[in-house]
Each structure stands twice: as structure tokens, then as C-alpha cells.
């Protein structure tokens, strides 16, 4: 689902580092193009207002993968907050 952030990432937790981000081979298959070693990736989340395709602006729990000199990639919405 297409959304955009508003604002700052409050919150911020890393919940998996190195091998423990099972999606970390196909992470660098799609961004470690040209880097002389393998990035440390981490799946982090945090809290944020988003905006929805529909326009709607909501508080929601965020999840995403970010490594150093690649920078963050992957947002997705893991829950919408009442």
C-alpha cells in the first residue's frame, strides 16, 4: 500500500540486526550494487502520521530496513493506531 510519511519516526527500535533479517540476501542482490563489503542490515520500526492513497492521515506502527551507506528502504505499514 502506497503511503507517505508525515513528519518525524518517533519511537525507533531495531528488532533484527545481521543474520537475524531473514531478508538480507535478497537486500543486497537489490541495493549493495558497487559496495566494496556487505552492509549490516537492520529491520527497525517506529511510529509515524501517514498519509493514505485516500488522503486520509493516520498514526500507524511502521516497519523498515535501513543499513549504513545504503540508507533506509522498504517502509510498510504494520498497524494503523486507533
Same mark, same amino acid.
Given at each position: 500500500?502506497?503511503? *507517505? #510519511? ?5 519511537? $525507533? &527500535?531495531?528488532?533484527? $540486526?545481521?543474520?537475524? $533479517? *531473514?531478508?538480507? *540476501? =535478497?537486500?543486497? &542482490?537489490?541495493? &549493495?550494487?558497487?559496495?566494496? =563489503? =556487505?552492509?549490516?542490515?537492520? /529491520? =527497525? /520500526?517506529?511510529?509515524?502520521? $501517514? ?9 500507524? &506502527? ?7 551507506? #545504503?540508507? *533506509? ?6 498497524? #494503523?493506531? #486507533?
Amino acid at each position: 500500500m502506497p503511503f *507517505r #510519511i508525515i513528519g518525524d519516526i518517533e519511537r $525507533v &527500535e531495531t528488532i533484527a $540486526v545481521g543474520p537475524s $533479517v *531473514r531478508e538480507r *540476501r =535478497r537486500l543486497a &542482490e537489490e541495493y &549493495e550494487q558497487g559496495q566494496q =563489503r =556487505r552492509a549490516q542490515w537492520r /529491520k =527497525r /520500526k517506529g511510529f509515524a502520521q $501517514v498519509e493514505l492513497p485516500n488522503g486520509t492521515i493516520e498514526r500507524a &506502527e511502521i516497519h523498515w530496513y535501513e543499513a549504513h551507506g #545504503i540508507g *533506509r528502504k522498504e517502509f510498510k505499514i504494520k498497524h #494503523i493506531l #486507533i
